[in-house]
């Protein structure tokens, strides 16, 4: 079953960091990256850049509304995601505790699957 991990931090937070400590904490995403795709469960990886870089998107009445970032009502961003094949939600559980990211922030699992499904 695809489950997602993701990121989410404190929009801040990155800026917190000096770069030599920006470089080692990205080392040690990268290292757990490297992990998991040796032991075949990882699908897909990526960090995503601040959302102030980022733009929002929303259509209503037919009608396009295009917002850049920042988004000064954002308390959290999604930082970065790994998408896994894990055969139960527990694994999933389980190598979202070994994520470094779970240190400074909250690593969200989610299992993918059709939207209209109810919870």
């Known amino acids: 079953m695809p489950y997602m991990l993701l990121i989410v931090e404190d929009p801040a937070q990155r800026g917190t960091r000096t770069e030599p400590e ?6 040690r995403m990268v290292q ?5 795709k040796s032991r075949g ?3 897909a990886v990526s960090s995503l850049k601040s959302q ?13 509304q295009v917002v850049d970032g ?9 930082g970065g995601f790994f998408l896994l094949g894990c055969a139960t939600r527990d694994e999933a559980l389980a190598i ?3 994520c470094p990211a779970a240190q400074w ?3 969200e699992v989610r299992e993918t699957g059709p939207c209209y499904v109810s919870a």
């Open 41 to 43: 469960v990882l699908m």
């Open 105 to 107: 922030a909250t690593v």
């Open 22 to 27: 920006g470089h080692e904490v990205y080392d």
């Open 70 to 78: 920042p988004f000064a009502e954002a308390k959290e961003m999604v």
């Open 96 to 98: 979202a505790r070994e």
């Open 32 to 36: 757990f990256s490297d992990n998991l």
């Open 52 to 64: 102030r870089e980022g733009a929002r998107v929303q259509v209503r009445e037919g009608r396009a």
